[in-house]
């Protein structure tokens, strides 16, 4: 829900959206393009699976820029991007208002761009942007 407030300023762009397969995610970006990875579930060779899709839709697309409002589909991907020389602009989940997501402290180190949207998660990121709530 947090990526698609970003619609707005994404319509004259090219973009896509790289998600789990799942009922709310199906329905939320009816009519958007959209690919579908395996959720990796904290198993190893679920995420080695989600690695190696993202890879193929990111040779597919060329992307210049992978913007994720994180989860556990977002690691993988951001990973992907960075290996291929792409910009990676993370927006750490809005759930996140006391200490880091798990997905954000991955995505952390490779981020060109790492967006909070609460002031206290500053002190764990110290490059970190405020942005505000996006919702």
Known sequence: MEALELLPSLRNREYFFVTFNRQ????????????????????PKRLITNFLQSMRIL????????????????????????MMGKKVIFVESIAAVEK??????????????????????KRYYDRAVYGGPLI
């Open 100 to 121: 880091p997501s798990l997905s954000g402290r991955f995505v952390y180190p490779i981020a060109d761009l790492f967006i909070i949207q609460w002031k206290s998660l």
């Open 24 to 43: 709310q995610s199906r329905e939320a970006l009816k009519g958007e393009k959209t690919y579908f990875v395996n959720d990796p579930k904290r198993n």
């Open 59 to 82: 040779r597919k697309e060329n992307p210049d820029v992978v913007l994720s409002t994180g989860a556990a589909a977002s690691v993988p991907i951001c990973y992907a991007a960075s």
